[in-house]
């Protein structure tokens, strides 16, 4: 989506592409661009195929070994008389087949208990890039709703001073009230140029989170008050302990530590396989 943008953009011979960007639409690019959800991704890909491998353990093993000899000169015990084939080979075949290996059955609960915290940790990872993305968003949203109040607070102090200097040249004022709004005004300037890094600076940390270009200039769209339910939302949602990733991911890690420990455990175990083996000799 955001390259086809820019490239149409690029297209047009726009200098610099903008992007208007809903809160919807800037969670779903976080969850598809974000290097740390891929991450976490490909580390549940990791596990399952580490988990493969271990209950490729306990599959048949077939060993088929073959040899052939050429005798250039076969052995003479007399004039004339000699013995043994000219062309010998060997084959032989082997089979295992583990029956009961304690060590592989608990390893699959382990390797279990992994992939379930490999989830979690991809589920908290989604959680936290959202939180981020939804922090960041509405900071832009608060940065750019208090250049407004502070450019709705200088227009009305130029009003102040305009009025007062007229009042003050008419001899209706003193000197000391237009020197009063001057000062006021001079001391609304410096918030607004901090209010204007303040949204260059949050806009450049919602670009990260959404793997952004820098020079892409993005738009947000609505206001704090239309977001308000939402954030209710989310507050209420977070009171609800059962589904608290931390908590689940201590669980998981409890879990997989007793898997650990009777682990170390089935070294003592005995191990049942069955096996055979067949040969042919010929010449």
Do not use: W
Not at 74 to 91: D, I, Y
Not at 227 to 254: K, P, V
């Amino acid at each position: 989506f955001l390259v086809m943008i820019v490239m149409g953009c690029l297209s047009l011979g726009v200098a610099e592409a903008q992007v208007s960007l809903p809160l919807d639409q800037a969670i779903e690019i976080a969850l598809s661009d974000n290097p740390t959800i891929k991450v976490a991704d490909l580390e549940i890909e990791r596990y399952d195929y580490v988990k493969k491998q271990t209950v490729a353990s306990l599959y048949p093993k077939l060993d088929v070994s073959g040899q052939y000899a050429l005798a250039l000169r076969r052995q003479e015990m007399a004039e004339g008389l000699s013995f043994g084939g000219k062309n010998t080979f060997n084959a032989t075949a082997s089979l295992s087949l583990p029956l009961f290996v304690p060590s592989v059955y608990r390893q699959m609960k382990l390797n279990e208990t992994q992939m379930a915290l490999a989830v979690e940790s991809a589920r908290a990872s989604r959680i936290d890039l959202v939180a981020a993305v939804r922090a960041s968003y509405y900071n832009v949203l608060l940065a750019e709703q208090s250049m407004k109040v502070l450019e709705e607070a200088i227009a009305t102090t130029q009003r102040v001073v305009e009025n007062t200097k007229e009042l003050y040249e008419n001899g209706l004022a003193a000197e000391y009230d237009y020197l009063t709004a001057e000062v006021q005004l001079s001391n609304l300037k410096p918030q607004v140029l901090q209010a204007q890094k303040g949204i260059e600076l949050t806009k450049l940390q919602l670009k990260m989170y959404l793997s952004i270009p820098e020079e892409v200039d993005i738009t947000v769209t609505g206001n704090l008050d239309d977001f308000r339910t939402q954030i209710l939302l989310a507050e209420d949602y977070s009171m609800d302990i059962s589904e608290n990733t931390t908590l689940r991911t201590l669980d998981l890690q409890r879990e997989l530590l007793e898997h650990q420990e009777k682990l170390i455990q089935t070294t003592r175990m005995p191990t049942v396989a069955a096996f055979g083996s067949i040969s042919y000799l010929g010449q």
